[in-house]
């Protein structure tokens, strides 16, 4: 069998493969926090002919999917108005937890800060995961008649009788190698021994970090850049297809030749 017909179908299997990851990105153009995947290619063995020159001369074997990572570059911020909708301007991720869980089990990473205020008073993401301050606790505002969120993630609770009190401050994590992590679903983000091994817990201003509040952080997906891609996959697609019929005629010409 023709070497370049195994080429080829290694070749289609892999545009395919970017193909999905380029799906998945314009699917979520509009999904809060999502970060955008990206696809890498490597070549596959190769076949030594001959060791007699110079140089060896060799012929490879077709290609292989390398890496496929997440870009953590930050997205663009969308105002809401909406005291609860924050964003994380800089590194670093919201903690949130199962309500499930007990512990520090359960606890997941997330930019996707369009949070809400539960009957009980608890801050709490669309999916009803707590949200965490910086030493690890649920977040309760349901003593406060208003409160308001700072830049630095503090939470000022205002009272009925008008006094203010100084609250919780949002807790942010910022692991050590943020394209380890691994998509849970949900826009939440499990941590692995590749990302760091444990979550950290902190404030913001001791990661670097501010928070904006009545803002979201939208997708960082350029569809200018993800259709400029999707071309150059089906183009890439259809030369490895060409490839394999191409093939598949001259075997079809051998095949013809007792004739």
């Known amino acids: 069998m023709l070497r370049s017909m195994y080429s080829g179908v290694s070749g289609m299997k892999n545009f395919q493969t970017k193909l999905d990851v380029i799906g998945n990105n314009v699917s979520n153009v509009n999904t809060v926090g999502y970060k955008k995947s990206t696809v890498n290619f490597q070549d ?21 999917t390398a890496t496929i990572g997440v870009n953590h570059n930050g997205g663009s911020l969308m105002s809401t108005g909406v005291g609860t909708d924050l964003s994380m301007m800089g590194d670093g ?36 995961y707590k949200v965490l ?5 649920a977040i309760d ?16 609770g205002k009272m009925a009788d008008g006094s203010i009190i100084a609250g919780q401050s949002i ?18 983000y499990e941590m692995t021994g590749a990302a760091g091994g444990a979550i950290t817990i902190g404030s913001a201003a001791a990661n670097n970090t501010e928070i904006g509040s009545g803002m979201l ?8 850049e993800e259709f400029t891609e999707m071309i150059i996959a089906q183009r890439g697609f259809q030369a490895n297809s060409r490839s394999v019929t191409t093939s598949d005629e001259i075997l079809q010409e051998i095949m013809n030749l007792k004739r």
């Open 93 to 128: 991720f919201f903690i949130v937890q199962d309500p499930e869980a007990q512990g520090t089990a359960g606890r997941y990473l997330t930019r996707a800060g369009n949070f809400t205020v539960t009957a009980g008073g608890e801050l709490v993401t669309a999916q009803g």
């Open 171 to 188: 807790g942010v994590s910022n692991p050590p190698n943020p394209e380890g992590l691994r998509k849970f679903g949900g826009s939440l």
């Open 133 to 137: 301050d910086s030493v690890g606790n």
């Open 217 to 224: 952080e939208m997708s960082n997906v350029d569809l200018t």
């Open 44 to 64: 596959l063995l190769s076949q030594n002919m001959s060791n007699s020159g110079a140089n060896p001369m060799q012929v490879g074997l077709g290609s292989s």
């Open 141 to 156: 505002v349901s003593e406060y008649d208003s409160f308001t969120i700072n830049r630095s993630g503090e939470i000022t």
